[in-house]
T-cell receptor
Framework: NAGVMQNPRHLVRRRGQEARLRCSPM?????VYWYRQLPEEGLKFMVY????????ESGMPKERFSAEFPKEGPSILRIQQVVRGDSAAYFC??????????????FGQGTRLTVV | AQSVTQPDIHITVSEGASLELRCNYS??????LFWYVQSPGQGLQLLLK??????LVQGIKGFEAEFKRSQSSFNLRKPSVHWSDAAEYFC????????????FGQGTTLQVKP
């Protein structure tokens, strides 16, 4: 059973371009969480999605950022018109149900976005 | 507000020495506590977690952590550090209803001297 797969592992974008980050959850997992890790900081929760639904987007910046988790295919974190401050590592985690004490979330290896 | 504080940003220990990484949390309800390790350029690996029961929790790679409610702490310990333990360590707290939505500390970078 493959783990949480994120791609690309590294992404370089010029200011103003769009960045699309993909996350394929573990097999059988229908709940996905996105986190952002800025340099020298811990991970910050961004959004929690279930198949075709956004459950909690309290950590998402109000503009330029969006996330989806379609019925088929990976979850996508989309950043429009990227700026230098978007440079960070973006991590995805997945769980089979809402992660609880009996069903923890598993993390992918992250996508490192660099905006030049 | 809910928060996690890791007071030590960097720690250096000699190989074979004991290790303690501090973690303090602020959380209104019963906390669910985690320690993760992140090697350079890698993702997060769960070392151990505390949900309830015995306050001394054993994890992988010889790590353990002790939950002390009176001190709002969940310190990570290892009796003898190996060079391969050099990494960044994160403490996190989650709600019982959804431990996928975690609040992380800023992390502690561990350097191991030969």
């Amino acid at each position: 059973n493959a783990g949480v797969m994120q791609n690309p592992r590294h992404l370089v974008r010029r200011r103003g371009q769009e960045a699309r980050l993909r996350c394929s959850p573990m097999k059988g997992h229908s709940h996905v969480y996105w986190y952002r890790q800025l340099p020298e900081e811990g991970l910050k929760f961004m959004v929690y999605l279930q198949k075709e639904n956004i459950i909690d987007e309290s950590g998402m910046p109000k503009e330029r950022f969006s996330a989806e988790f379609p019925k088929e295919g990976p979850s996508i974190l989309r950043i429009q018109q990227v700026v230098r401050g978007d440079s960070a590592a973006y991590f995805c985690a997945s769980s089979p149900t809402p992660a609880t004490m009996n069903t923890e979330a598993f993390f992918g290896q992250g996508t490192r976005l660099t905006v030049v | 507000a809910q928060s996690v504080t890791q007071p030590d940003i960097h720690i250096t220990v000699s190989e074979g020495a004991s290790l303690e990484l501090r973690c303090n949390y602020s959380y209104g309800a019963t906390p669910y506590l985690f320690w993760y390790v992140q090697s350079p350029g890698q993702g997060l690996q769960l070392l151990l977690k505390y949900f309830s029961g015995d306050t001394l929790v054993q994890g992988i790679k010889g790590f353990e952590a002790e939950f002390k409610r009176s001190q709002s702490s969940f310190n990570l310990r290892k009796p003898s550090v190996h060079w391969s333990d050099a990494a960044e360590y994160f403490c996190a707290v989650g709600a019982s209803s959804n431990t996928g939505k975690l609040i992380f500390g800023q992390g502690t970078t561990l350097q191991v001297k030969p």
